[in-house]
């Protein structure tokens, strides 16, 4: 076994402990989406170790990850909703900001360089469209983050270190594959070589915060957003 399918099979291991702790506590409820990026990731890279000389391909890896950059993208959306749905003046805010980020990344996007009929299309798709939508999801999650904290609205601790790691890995493997888009193949070795031991320290992570024991933050934060909704329902 390479070194490569060591590690994806270590983070399947680590993406079926994650599973158990979502569904065992409960917080699958707590972000629809990325349990279902979860399972879909899980799926896509079993179809990767099973059968490596169909699926260890270029197309199946822009198919999947286009799938999985939707999927993000849905992650920080729903989670900018769960945060900011009872608070209607930080929504206003949040809701403006988002249209903002979507408008610039679907601007970007549709800029890219894409015209070159000499360039590989593997590499446009890795190098320059991926690296653009990664961006805006970035920023949403980002934007998220800063207009809780500049309006005072309690994060739930889970979504906070969700958006926060996801944030900080989703850079790292944006700027992967801005380089990939600026040295072609030759960047390629640097990415296998970084990207999977940061998604797996990244996996293990989202481990940890999936088993680990409600804490008092949350709570509370439970029971003030519930206190919220049913104000919000009684003033209706």
Not at 145 to 159: E, G, K
């Amino acid at each position: 076994m390479t070194t490569e399918s060591a590690v994806l099979v270590t983070v399947e291991a680590a993406l079926a402990v994650m599973s158990a702790g979502l569904a065992l506590r409960g917080r699958w409820r707590l972000s629809r989406t990325f349990a279902a990026y979860v399972v879909v990731v899980w799926a896509c890279e079993s179809l990767v170790l099973i059968r490596p000389h169909r699926f260890y391909a270029p197309w199946f890896w822009m198919a999947k990850q286009a799938l999985y950059d939707v999927l993000k993208l849905g992650i920080a959306l729903e989670l900018a909703w769960r945060t900011f749905r009872v608070f209607p003046g930080a929504q206003v805010a949040a809701r403006r900001a988002a249209l903002a980020i979507l408008g610039l990344t679907t601007l970007a996007i549709v800029a890219a360089p894409t015209d070159n009929s000499t360039a590989d299309l593997f590499l446009i798709a890795s190098g320059q469209l991926h690296p653009r939508l990664l961006n805006g999801t970035i920023w949403l999650m980002a934007a998220t983050l800063a207009l809780a904290q500049w309006y005072r609205i309690p994060v739930h601790p889970f979504h906070a270190a969700l958006l926060a790691s996801f944030a900080a890995y989703l850079t790292l493997f944006g700027a992967l594959l801005r380089l990939e888009g600026v040295y072609g193949w030759a960047a390629q070795r640097y990415l296998n070589a970084i990207d999977p031991p940061a998604y797996l320290l990244l996996v293990c992570w989202w481990a940890w915060i999936a088993w680990r024991p409600e804490s008092a933050t949350a709570s509370a934060h439970a029971e003030t957003i519930h206190k919220l909704q049913l104000k919000a329902a009684s003033c209706g």
